[in-house]
């Protein structure tokens, strides 16, 4: 009875065992299953998850084209037209009824007011302070869609500095009262025998003819120069084949400078002609933007009359005779290069990179016994940067920059019959290389570090800072400080070394019609500037020889908008 007993609990507990065991077993089947049905739909999305950031992508390029902007410091271009205009039906004035469908006319005011504080200027031979207050006003009109092809748009400017210890009378790098910046005619075909490109993007034709004033690649050859109180323009016609949103666009023009003067209307320049031809590939844009570029200025020695202040070269209180001889000169200079810049896709790191080469031919006086020779000019001038930004809300981005312009080299004394190689920077603009506006493109080695970031401030929206340190030197030590005045050792034996800068600067809107810029900037001059001042009899009868090893720049500006 006892064995049955026995007998029986076993094969009990076997059926346990063995049903727990079938049990354990389908339970591991549905959790495999599950397992598998898991993977397979994370897999589903994973993939949804990359179409939806393909079609977002997708999406972007459509509306954005073939465009990708630039990261690098300071090379943003001036719109076209400014940034300060505005489509009429887009202003204040689209309260009203009889203005509410108009969106065929451009218009925009801007009102800006900058007071500098200047401690020692190196710009200038002697030490100073200086506090000037510099007023520019510039006011646009466009006209277009109703008429088209045709076209046209006005912008006039006023420059003027007040409270300065300098005389305004031959200084149009801050005075140039009331005078015209842009008036030109347009024939535009928003669709042209040029097509489309392969997103559907129409490829515009465009051709302009009047006074023009507009900026090309990096600013560095081609500027408005939007910091200085005044501004380049010329005169002459400009084509366009394309836009931004393309994957390839072609500019090229004909033009001649407009020689500024502080007091009266500006004149032509005939003396000068200026040529280029600009293109832009961007069907590979994800990974870089080519800019292949060519120019060619022509100057007639025997038509210059003026220096870029409006001084004539035959008036003997500013100019010798053979200061005369030395500028009234013949030149031929072909400026080729190609830039290039983009984003490292999948990073967060950015490039910028441009290489010019100039060559050609230009008069040198050599005395007046001796008269003119023809020699080569060889010149080339490069720059690069390279910028990584943070995925943080501030937006930060530090970035280095390494650029050189080629200087002349000539003999310490007696007649000089060598090439010359100067880089002439054509009608660029000087910001991207100093703040303090001591940096030329010529005869420059700078090295850059900086900072750029959006701190989020409360009560005050889009605030941008940005900071940098600066290192100068002279490609050759025998040519010129183009910016301090001319500073020059022929001899080379004040040495490569020009100084070092810190900089920093604040902007940000006060409301949708006004903003404020504040800057500072500290300079420590190098062992150039130190010795140079007193390296010949000229340099000691023309610069301070006590004067300070380091300067200041401190400045506020005011931007204010009518619409």
Same mark, same amino acid.
């Given at each position: 009875?006892?064995?049955?007993?026995?007998s029986?609990?076993?094969?009990?507990a076997?059926?346990?065992?063995?049903?727990?065991?079938?049990?354990?077993a389908?339970?591991?089947?549905?959790?495999?299953?599950?397992?598998?049905?898991?993977?397979?739909?994370?897999?589903?999305?994973?993939?949804?998850?990359?179409?939806?950031?393909?079609?977002?992508?997708?999406?972007?390029?459509?509306?954005?084209?073939?465009?990708?902007?630039?990261?690098?410091?300071?090379?943003?271009?001036?719109?076209?037209?400014?940034?300060?205009?505005?489509?009429?039906?887009?202003?204040?004035?689209?309260?009203?009824?009889s203005?509410?469908?108009?969106?065929? &006319? !451009?218009?925009?005011?801007?009102? #800006?007011?900058?007071?500098?504080?200047?401690? %020692?200027? *190196?710009?200038?031979?002697?030490? /100073?302070i200086?506090?000037?207050?510099?007023?520019?006003?510039?006011?646009?009109?466009?006209?277009?869609?109703?008429?088209?092809?045709?076209?046209?748009?006005?912008?006039?400017?006023?420059?003027r500095?007040?409270?300065?210890?300098?005389?305004?009378?031959?200084?149009?790098?801050?005075?140039?009262?009331?005078?015209?910046?842009?008036?030109?005619?347009?024939?535009?075909?928003?669709?042209?025998?040029?097509?489309?490109?392969?997103?559907?993007?129409?490829r515009?034709?465009?051709?302009?003819?009047?006074?023009?004033?507009?900026?090309? &690649? !990096?600013?560095?050859?081609?500027? #408005?120069?939007?910091?200085?109180?005044?501004? %380049?323009? *010329?005169?002459?016609?400009?084509? /366009?084949?394309?836009?931004?949103?393309?994957?390839?666009?072609?500019?090229?023009?004909?033009?001649?400078?407009?020689?500024?003067?502080?007091?009266?209307?500006?004149?032509?320049?005939?003396?000068?002609n200026?040529?280029?031809?600009?293109?832009?590939?961007?069907?590979?844009?994800?990974?870089?933007?080519?800019q292949?570029?060519?120019?060619?200025?022509?100057?007639?020695?025997?038509?210059?009359?003026?220096?870029?202040?409006?001084?004539?070269?035959?008036?003997?209180?500013?100019?010798?005779?053979?200061?005369?001889?030395?500028?009234?000169? !013949?030149?031929?200079?072909?400026?080729?290069?190609?830039?290039?810049?983009?984003?490292?896709?999948?990073?967060?790191?950015?490039?910028?990179?441009?290489?010019?080469?100039?060559?050609?031919?230009?008069?040198?006086?050599?005395s007046?016994?001796?008269?003119?020779?023809?020699?080569?000019?060889?010149?080339?001038?490069?720059?690069?940067?390279?910028?990584?930004?943070?995925?943080?809300?501030?937006?930060?981005?530090?970035?280095?920059?390494?650029?050189?312009?080629?200087?002349?080299?000539?003999?310490?004394?007696?007649?000089?019959?060598?090439?010359?190689?100067?880089?002439?920077?054509?009608?660029?603009?000087?910001?991207?290389?100093?703040?303090?506006?001591?940096?030329?493109?010529?005869?420059?080695?700078?090295?850059?570090?900086?900072?750029?970031?959006?701190?989020?401030?409360?009560?005050?929206?889009?605030?941008?800072?940005?900071?940098?340190?600066?290192?100068?030197r002279?490609?050759?030590?025998?040519?010129?400080?183009?910016?301090?005045?001319?500073?020059?050792?022929?001899?080379?034996?004040?040495g490569?070394?020009?100084?070092?800068?810190?900089?920093?600067?604040?902007?940000?809107?006060?409301?949708?019609?006004?903003?404020?810029?504040?800057?500072?900037?500290?300079?420590?001059?190098?062992?150039?500037?130190?010795?140079?001042?007193?390296?010949?009899?000229?340099?000691?009868?023309?610069?301070?020889?006590?004067?300070?090893?380091?300067?200041?720049?401190?400045?506020?500006?005011?931007?204010?908008?009518?619409?």
């Amino acid at each position: 009875m006892q064995l049955k007993k026995i007998s029986l609990a076993l094969a009990t507990a076997g059926v346990w065992w063995l049903g727990n065991g079938v049990a354990s077993a389908a339970e591991e089947g549905q959790l495999a299953e599950t397992q598998v049905e898991d993977a397979e739909q994370q897999k589903k999305v994973k993939a949804r998850l990359e179409e939806i950031k393909a079609e977002e992508k997708a999406a972007a390029k459509a509306a954005n084209g073939y465009y990708v902007e630039r990261r690098s410091y300071g090379t943003q271009k001036e719109t076209e037209p400014p940034r300060y205009v505005k489509q009429l039906n887009k202003t204040w004035l689209k309260d009203y009824d009889s203005f509410a469908d108009i969106d065929w &006319l !451009d218009i925009g005011f801007e009102y #800006r007011a900058r007071y500098e504080h200047r401690d %020692n200027d *190196f710009r200038r031979a002697q030490e /100073n302070i200086d506090d000037p207050l510099l007023l520019r006003s510039r006011a646009y009109l466009g006209l277009k869609n109703i008429l088209d092809p045709f076209r046209f748009a006005v912008e006039v400017q006023d420059s003027r500095r007040n409270h300065s210890d300098y005389t305004r009378s031959n200084d149009t790098r801050d005075v140039d009262k009331a005078d015209v910046l842009q008036a030109y005619l347009e024939l535009y075909y928003k669709d042209s025998i040029f097509g489309k490109d392969d997103l559907g993007n129409s490829r515009p034709f465009w051709v302009r003819g009047g006074r023009l004033a507009w900026e090309s &690649l !990096d600013r560095r050859l081609i500027a #408005r120069n939007e910091w200085r109180n005044t501004t %380049n323009t *010329f005169q002459g016609v400009r084509a /366009n084949i394309g836009e931004k949103k393309n994957d390839w666009q072609l500019e090229a023009f004909a033009v001649q400078p407009v020689q500024r003067f502080t007091d009266k209307l500006d004149e032509v320049d005939h003396s000068q002609n200026f040529y280029g031809v600009i293109g832009d590939w961007r069907r590979w844009s994800e990974y870089v933007t080519i800019q292949p570029y060519y120019f060619l200025l022509k100057q007639n020695g025997d038509k210059v009359e003026y220096d870029t202040n409006g001084n004539l070269y035959s008036d003997r209180s500013v100019y010798t005779a053979a200061q005369q001889n030395q500028a009234t000169i !013949d030149r031929e200079i072909h400026t080729g290069g190609v830039r290039v810049f983009g984003v490292v896709p999948g990073t967060q790191w950015d490039y910028d990179a441009n290489y010019a080469k100039q060559w050609g031919h230009q008069q040198r006086f050599i005395s007046n016994a001796i008269g003119y020779r023809n020699v080569d000019h060889d010149a080339f001038a490069y720059n690069a940067e390279v910028g990584y930004s943070f995925k943080h809300p501030w937006k930060p981005r530090v970035s280095a920059s390494y650029g050189v312009a080629s200087g002349d080299k000539t003999t310490a004394s007696g007649n000089d019959f060598s090439d010359n190689g100067r880089f002439d920077r054509l009608f660029g603009f000087a910001r991207p290389w100093s703040n303090n506006d001591y940096i030329q493109m010529e005869n420059i080695r700078a090295s850059k570090v900086r900072l750029e970031f959006d701190p989020q401030v409360p009560y005050l929206n889009n605030v941008k800072v940005d900071t940098g340190f600066s290192w100068y030197r002279l490609d050759d030590p025998t040519d010129r400080w183009n910016a301090g005045a001319n500073l020059r050792d022929r001899t080379g034996k004040s040495g490569s070394d020009l100084g070092k800068e810190f900089d920093l600067r604040v902007r940000f809107p006060l409301n949708q019609y006004a903003s404020l810029n504040l800057g500072y900037a500290h300079f420590w001059a190098g062992d150039f500037v130190k010795n140079a001042v007193s390296a010949n009899a000229t340099n000691i009868a023309t610069f301070d020889q006590n004067r300070s090893n380091s300067s200041d720049f401190f400045y506020t500006e005011l931007t204010l908008l009518g619409f």
